[in-house]
């Protein structure tokens, strides 16, 4: 998929989330945590907050659509992987797993790298913390 962003990673995964797992929509307020969505009016692109941002798309994932945060040892693919950066204070990237090989998970993103391992993501020790939410319901 194309990057549309200059920080493209939530985007990246919402558009995994609803074209590749089928995940609807939920049209609605740009901020609300509730709605998830993208929108084009005219030239301009309108996403919601929680389509565009890491830290309102795992909200939204455990709030809004039955998400449940799991244990590295019991992940999958399709799972959604979220880091939180030390320096921001908040989760800050979102990537997909694509694949778990003998207890390597492979994730798939926008970012530096497009394949990684959560291992590679926290070797620079930016990352402080990591968040697997497994996706629940789709509609």
Request: glycine residues 10%.
């Amino acid at each position: 998929m194309k990057w549309e962003y200059g920080q493209d990673c939530t985007n990246f995964v919402s558009k995994a989330l609803h074209y590749g797992g089928r995940m609807k929509q939920r049209r609605g307020g740009r901020k609300n945590l509730s709605r998830w969505f993208r929108n084009n009016i005219g030239w301009k692109r309108v996403d919601s907050y929680t389509w565009a941002g890491a830290a309102n798309l795992r909200q939204h994932l455990k709030k809004h659509r039955g998400g449940r945060e799991i244990s590295r040892y019991n992940v999958h693919p399709d799972d959604v992987i979220f880091a939180y950066y030390k320096r921001d204070r908040q989760w800050n990237h979102a990537g997909v797993v694509t694949g778990d090989s003998r207890g390597t998970i492979s994730i798939t993103q926008h970012g530096s790298k497009n394949h990684t391992t959560p291992s590679q993501w926290l070797k620079p020790k930016k990352i402080t913390a990591v968040s697997i939410i497994r996706p629940g319901r789709r509609s």
